[in-house]
C-alpha cells in the first residue's frame, strides 16, 4: 500500500517570496508521483508530474518539483508567487500495476498569497 | 472540447434516502474514476472501470455503495441508505488510459457535493 503526507496543512506567503509545499511518500513498490491544484470553487487540475528520467519536472506557471528516491520525497517549489497562484495543492502517487487507477492523494496545502 | 461533467452539482437528502450521481467522461477516455473528499478524511479512491475489465471497487467504503458503468461511457454512483457520515464532495475523473499503467493524467469533474441530514 502507498501512504502520502504533505507535511504542511497550510502556507501562508507574501507575494513574490520562494515557496516550498513539502511531499513525502510511502511505498513498498516504485510509484508515478503527480501535484494536483484546486484552485477556488474550479475542479482539481494536474500541475505536474514524474513518470521517469530527469528528477525534475516543472509545469508551465513555473513551478517545479524533484523526486527523490532516497528521501522518499516529491517537494513542490517556486521562486517566486503570485496572487493567482492561492490554491490547495495535493500530491498524489500511482504505483501502477494492479493499482493502476488508483491515485492516493495527501491531504492537501492551502497556499495563500498575501499582497 | 468538453470536460468532465457531473450532476448534480448539489444534492440535499434526508438520512436513510438512495441518491445517485453522474458522471459523463470526456469522449474518448476509456478509464473513469471516482473519488470522495471529505473534511475528515481528505480525497479517496473510491472505484475505478477501464474499458471491459472487471472494475477495481477496493476503495468503496461500504456495500451501500455501487457504481455502474453503461457502454463504456456515462457511470452513476449509487448509495443506498445515505448517512451523515456520507457527506462530501464525490469527484469523478476520466483519463485515456494509454502508455504504462500509472501514468495516465486524470482529468476531474467539479464535483457533486452531497449533504446527508
Known amino acids: 500500500a502507498q501512504s502520502v503526507t504533505q507535511l504542511d496543512s497550510q502556507v501562508p506567503v507574501f507575494e513574490e517570496a520562494p515557496v516550498e509545499l513539502r511531499c513525502n511518500y510511502s511505498?513498498?513498490?516504485?510509484?508515478?508521483l503527480f501535484w494536483y491544484v484546486q484552485y477556488p470553487n474550479q475542479g482539481l487540475q494536474l500541475l505536474l508530474k514524474y513518470l521517469s528520467g530527469s528528477t525534475l519536472v516543472e509545469s508551465i506557471n513555473g513551478f517545479e518539483a524533484e523526486f527523490n528516491k532516497s528521501q522518499t520525497s516529491f517537494h513542490l517549489r517556486k521562486p517566486s508567487v503570485h496572487i493567482s497562484d492561492t490554491a490547495e495543492y495535493f500530491c498524489?502517487?500511482?504505483?501502477?500495476?494492479?493499482?493502476?487507477?488508483?491515485?492516493?492523494f495527501g491531504q492537501g496545502t492551502i497556499l495563500t498569497v498575501h499582497p | 472540447g468538453a470536460g468532465v461533467s457531473q450532476s448534480p452539482s448539489n444534492k440535499v437528502t434526508e438520512k436513510g434516502k438512495d441518491v445517485e450521481l453522474r458522471c459523463d467522461p470526456i469522449s474518448g477516455h476509456t478509464a473513469l474514476y471516482w473519488y470522495r473528499q471529505s473534511l475528515g478524511q481528505g480525497l479517496e479512491f473510491l472505484i475505478y472501470?477501464?474499458?471491459?475489465?472487471?472494475?477495481?471497487k477496493s476503495g468503496l467504503p461500504s456495500d451501500r455503495f455501487s457504481a455502474e458503468r453503461t457502454g463504456g461511457s456515462v457511470s452513476t454512483l449509487t448509495i443506498q441508505r445515505t448517512q451523515q457520515e456520507d457527506s462530501a464532495v464525490y469527484l469523478c475523473?476520466?483519463?485515456?488510459?494509454?502508455?504504462?499503467?500509472?501514468?495516465?493524467?486524470?482529468?476531474f469533474g467539479p464535483g457533486t457535493r452531497l449533504t446527508v441530514l
Open positions: 498524489a502517487v500511482n504505483a501502477g500495476g494492479t493499482s493502476y487507477g488508483k491515485l492516493t
Open positions: 511505498s513498498s513498490v516504485s510509484v508515478y
Open positions: 475523473a476520466s483519463s485515456l488510459a494509454r502508455g504504462p499503467a500509472g501514468t495516465d493524467t486524470q482529468y
Open positions: 472501470f477501464q474499458g471491459n475489465s472487471a472494475p477495481d
